[in-house]
């Protein structure tokens, strides 16, 4: 069983974000990043033009029983990101693809939205 590091992905987000046009959120690019993780895909636009130690291998992410496995971590992650969004997409922008992931790592978790359900 595979422990994804959600962090590690982060600049996935973002580049897939970017190269989706800007449309939706971020939030949704995580979302597709976790899909890409149950699907094992082979590529994924945005995310196939990173740097080789950022660029995520799908298939060796552990599919969907790692993605069930990790879903409170998921969460937690996509709340980190949302609490840091125009921090990360400045980073990403300059490049820095390891502050990205560093910035997430160092963010404690913010916990749960108002409403007390996760997006």
């Not at 990403?92 to 390891?98: A, H, K, L």
Request: net charge negative; proline share 8%; with cysteine.
């Amino acid at each position: 069983m595979n422990m994804i590091n959600w962090n590690r992905l982060t600049p996935a987000v973002y580049a897939i974000y970017e190269a989706g046009g800007e449309r939706g959120t971020t939030s949704d690019a995580a979302n597709k990043v976790q899909r890409n993780v149950i699907d094992g895909a082979d590529t994924c636009p945005g995310a196939d033009a990173l740097p080789p130690e950022f660029r995520p291998d799908w298939p060796a992410l552990g599919g969907l029983e790692a993605v069930q496995e990790g879903n409170d971590t998921f969460n937690a992650w996509l709340r980190k990101l949302k609490a840091i969004d125009r921090e990360l997409y400045s980073l990403y922008q300059t490049r820095d693809f390891q502050g990205m992931v560093e910035a997430v790592v160092n963010l404690p978790d913010p916990g749960p939205d108002d409403n007390g359900a996760d997006e």
